[in-house]
């Protein structure tokens, strides 16, 4: 029997292979919650959807849960030709797609003078490769379903901004995709490599142990997949093989591949063979009066940044500060709030982990503006320490999140369900409950997360900082 092939099809594939046969073969399926798949793909609420689609002239909704039942009402709504129907489904054998719109332009089709493209509503401002296939899949279904294949693919962003792309250009990548995506439903196995996307999985457990059982070279951080079919070609195929090699023989061995690359990928073996961190090269810190540790806490599935989180240090004492926004309408003050306490510590320096932080600034900056001394503060002040620490210091682990990295250096968060993707199902549990409880652990999560930065920043002060 055919397994079930939609849209997030794609998404699992290009993000874990493996996230698609555990789901297809597996006895105990691991569902994901309909929020944490908006989440993975970029996705908005229906609340956020309609301020979207309520614009349009002339639209209906399918709303019957039951699959079958929606496809017919969906067939019966492109029969009567009505202009956006949103919440459709399409359904040819075992595919079955979920367009977030889909909408009647001129030509010919089965239906009549007219046929059908389909949207998607998406957090984002630029059409993705998974977008692409998707667009792709629901063209190929719409072929099926009116007779003829649109050209077109659209996106429309949460700024209701619209965005096209050309499904035929994507089709050659689309078209492999699938092929392999229907080769594991029929019951091949993927090849196996551990990536950050495997994170997202329900499955991700069973994939890193599985990794480490067979100590792949997928365990390199941030390897690429044509690094290590390099690799594998040179005879290379595990951990402790690479890690052995000296660095001036591998150059030889795999000539194709950039030698600084190459001392990297076999430092990074080395480091998780013999369970130690490799220094490559010394890290230089800003100067410090004044030192802050910055967090953002936000919910894409409403483009709604709720939560900005610092620590602030003054020799012996540390205070969390909480700028938190209960309402959309509440971030401007929020930022202001914001603002004001940066306007309290002038040429700070602001420590972040990752570039998130940086990007949810420049947005405040450009989106309610700030003084020219607060500007200078933020400009001159904020210090993202991944980029300092990624290649300085390599580490005996897979992945570098602040999770992962704070944890190695001794830090333990409160909330053992810690994470970025289960603060926002919290917060979204949050605004429905108003439960006060569940604020405190927003918050405590975030004061960890602020707290660990700090971790991070003290480590490198006691090991690998340069003075200068």
Same mark, same amino acid.
């Given at each position: 029997?055919?397994?079930?092939?939609? #849209?997030?099809?794609?998404?699992?594939?290009?993000?874990?292979?493996?996230?698609?046969?555990?789901?297809?073969?597996?006895?105990?399926?691991?569902?994901?919650?309909?929020?944490?798949?908006?989440?993975?793909?970029?996705?908005?609420?229906?609340?956020?959807?309609?301020?979207?689609?309520?614009?349009?002239? =002339?639209?209906?909704?399918?709303?019957?849960?039951?699959?079958?039942?929606? &496809?017919?009402?969906?067939?019966?709504?492109?029969?009567?030709?009505?202009?956006?129907?949103?919440?459709?489904? @399409? /359904?040819?054998?075992?595919?079955?797609?979920?367009? +977030?719109?889909?909408?009647?332009?001129?030509? %010919?089709?089965?239906?009549?003078?007219?046929?059908?493209?389909?949207?998607?509503? !998406?957090?984002?401002?630029?059409?993705?490769?998974?977008?692409?296939?998707?667009?792709? &899949?629901?063209?190929?279904?719409?072929?099926?379903?009116?007779?003829?294949?649109?050209?077109?693919?659209?996106?429309?962003?949460?700024?209701?901004?619209?965005?096209?792309?050309?499904?035929?250009?994507?089709?050659?990548?689309?078209?492999?995709?699938?092929?392999?995506?229907?080769?594991?439903?029929?019951?091949?196995?993927?090849?196996?490599?551990?990536?950050?996307?495997?994170?997202?999985?329900?499955?991700?457990?069973?994939?890193?142990?599985?990794? !480490?059982?067979?100590?792949?070279?997928?365990?390199?951080?941030?390897?690429? *997949?044509?690094?290590?079919?390099?690799?594998?070609?040179?005879?290379?195929?595990?951990?402790?093989?690479?890690?052995?090699?000296?660095? !001036?023989?591998?150059?030889?061995?795999?000539?194709?591949?950039?030698?600084?690359?190459?001392?990297?990928?076999? =430092?990074?073996?080395?480091?998780?063979?013999?369970? %130690?961190? /490799?220094?490559?090269?010394?890290?230089?810190?800003?100067?410090?009066?004044?030192? @802050?540790?910055?967090?953002?806490?936000?919910?894409?599935?409403?483009?709604?940044?709720?939560? @900005?989180?610092?620590?602030?240090?003054?020799? +012996?004492?540390?205070?969390?500060?909480?700028? &938190?926004?209960?309402?959309?309408?509440?971030?401007?003050?929020?930022?202001? +709030?914001?603002?004001?306490?940066?306007?309290?510590?002038?040429?700070?320096?602001?420590?972040?982990?990752?570039?998130?932080? *940086?990007?949810?600034?420049?947005?405040?900056?450009? !989106?309610?503006?700030?003084?020219?001394?607060?500007? %200078?503060?933020? #400009?001159?002040?904020?210090? =993202?320490?991944?980029?300092?620490?990624?290649?300085?210091?390599?580490?005996?682990?897979? &992945?570098?999140?602040?999770?992962?990295?704070?944890?190695?250096?001794?830090?333990?968060?409160?909330?053992?369900?810690?994470?970025?993707?289960?603060?926002?199902?919290?917060?979204?549990?949050?605004?429905?409950?108003? =439960?006060?409880?569940?604020?405190? *652990?927003?918050?405590?999560?975030?004061?960890?997360?602020?707290?660990?930065?700090?971790?991070?920043?003290?480590?490198?002060?006691?090991?690998?900082? *340069?003075?200068?």
């Amino acid at each position: 029997m055919a397994r079930t092939l939609t #849209e997030y099809s794609f998404f699992q594939y290009l993000n874990c292979p493996s996230w698609v046969y555990f789901d297809a073969h597996e006895s105990e399926p691991r569902p994901v919650s309909i929020l944490m798949k908006l989440l993975h793909d970029n996705g908005l609420l229906d609340t956020e959807k309609r301020a979207i689609w309520s614009q349009r002239e =002339d639209f209906v909704e399918v709303a019957v849960e039951d699959q079958e039942e929606a &496809f017919q009402q969906t067939l019966a709504y492109m029969k009567d030709g009505r202009q956006t129907i949103v919440g459709g489904v @399409l /359904i040819d054998k075992h595919w079955v797609g979920h367009p +977030d719109m889909l909408e009647r332009v001129e030509g %010919k089709s089965v239906f009549g003078p007219y046929y059908y493209v389909a949207c998607d509503v !998406k957090q984002t401002s630029v059409a993705r490769d998974v977008h692409k296939m998707q667009g792709c &899949f629901y063209a190929e279904l719409l072929q099926r379903l009116q007779g003829v294949k649109p050209v077109q693919g659209y996106i429309v962003t949460h700024k209701k901004e619209s965005i096209s792309y050309d499904i035929e250009s994507f089709e050659d990548r689309y078209r492999l995709t699938l092929e392999e995506i229907e080769k594991i439903l029929a019951g091949q196995k993927p090849d196996h490599f551990l990536s950050s996307g495997c994170k997202q999985s329900p499955w991700f457990y069973e994939c890193f142990e599985h990794s !480490k059982k067979c100590n792949d070279l997928s365990l390199l951080n941030r390897v690429w *997949r044509a690094e290590v079919t390099m690799l594998r070609q040179a005879g290379i195929t595990t951990i402790n093989e690479l890690s052995k090699i000296p660095e !001036k023989d591998l150059v030889n061995k795999v000539p194709d591949m950039d030698e600084t690359r190459l001392s990297v990928v076999h =430092d990074q073996a080395e480091a998780l063979v013999e369970n %130690k961190i /490799i220094v490559r090269h010394p890290i230089v810190l800003p100067a410090e009066k004044q030192v @802050l540790y910055f967090d953002v806490e936000s919910d894409p599935l409403r483009d709604w940044h709720y939560l @900005l989180g610092v620590l602030s240090v003054d020799g +012996d004492t540390e205070t969390y500060h909480a700028f &938190f926004a209960e309402k959309p309408e509440d971030e401007n003050q929020m930022w202001q +709030d914001f603002v004001e306490f940066i306007s309290w510590n002038p040429g700070a320096i602001i420590y972040h982990y990752g570039e998130f932080e *940086r990007q949810v600034i420049s947005g405040f900056i450009a !989106k309610y503006g700030v003084s020219d001394d607060v500007l %200078k503060t933020l #400009e001159q002040g904020m210090v =993202d320490l991944l980029d300092h620490l990624r290649p300085a210091v390599l580490f005996p682990m897979p &992945f570098y999140s602040l999770k992962d990295l704070a944890t190695h250096m001794g830090f333990h968060w409160r909330d053992i369900d810690a994470s970025g993707a289960n603060s926002i199902m919290w917060f979204e549990e949050w605004l429905t409950s108003q =439960d006060p409880d569940l604020k405190t *652990r927003i918050l405590e999560y975030n004061e960890d997360d602020v707290r660990a930065t700090r971790v991070v920043r003290e480590w490198i002060r006691a090991n690998v900082e *340069r003075i200068v």
